[in-house]
């Protein structure tokens, strides 16, 4: 299945060198946007799988627009195409504060623009694929730190949502937020994938979330997790 690309970035150069990565990588290229304005237009015109996208950008940063294409979902019902897109944040700094301001935006993961051209086309399939890139100890370590400086208690603002899953969904979440993939969940726990899959399903719908990169944050908000434990 062909996935299509949304190539966000305010740097021609960088654009032109993504392109290429990904169109080598089998990935359609949808489009190209210099700054968070032109992203947000031709998320909603293109209608791509996924939008990768940089954070410091003229106009309109990646945050704010990756929190406006992510609002689009709420309207899927009068825009179906808007409800597509998932957005990959790629970004010089992997530890940027600013990364985890996207993820609460809406975005599914990042990934360093240090990274190998293999390893891009490989994140836009897991990201279009539903899944989150968030199991390296540096991401769950800044996303930790950021939920500290944000404010009272978030354990107490996730009882209520925690309160809705079952022990095994709970063991689900901590293996989702750990960075298990599917496939990975079903060999910990000696079950199908199809069925883990269906786990990780009913956890987003019970708690609200809107993709895996939310259960992350959820069960770091709750303290089910711990970076480096």
């Known amino acids: 299945m062909t996935v299509s690309v949304l190539v966000v970035d305010d740097q021609p150069l960088v654009r032109h060198a993504v392109r ?10 949808a489009g190209e946007a210099a700054n968070g304005l032109d992203a947000v237009r031709l998320a909603k015109t293109a209608a791509p799988d996924v ?3 940089d954070i410091r950008m003229p106009e309109l940063d990646g945050i704010a627009a990756t929190a406006l294409i992510c609002a689009q979902h709420a309207s899927a019902a009068q825009d179906d195409s808007a409800a597509q897109s998932r ?5 010089t700094f992997e530890e940027d504060e600013n990364v985890v301001a996207a993820l609460r935006a809406g975005a599914s993961g990042f990934i360093g623009k240090g990274a190998e051209p293999d390893e891009i086309v490989r994140a836009v399939r897991t ?29 107490a603002r996730c009882t209520s949502a925690l309160a ?3 022990p095994r969904e709970r063991g689900v979440l901590v293996l989702v937020a750990e960075g298990f993939a599917n496939a990975e969940i079903a060999a910990e726990l000696t079950i199908s994938p199809h069925t883990a899959k269906t ?26 997790v711990v970076a480096g434990a």
């Open 87 to 91: 957005v990959l944040i790629l970004t």
């Open 127 to 155: 990201i279009h694929g539903g899944e989150a890139l968030l199991s390296s100890t540096a991401t769950r370590a800044l996303i930790e730190r950021s939920i500290r400086r944000g404010g009272s208690d978030p354990a």
């Open 164 to 166: 809705l899953l079952t």
């Open 199 to 224: 786990h990780v399903n009913r956890i987003m719908a019970k708690v609200g979330a809107r993709d895996r990169a939310q259960l992350v944050i959820l069960a770091y908000e709750a303290g089910l």
């Open 20 to 29: 290429e990565i990904l169109i080598d990588g089998g990935l359609t290229v």
């Open 51 to 53: 939008v990768l996208m």
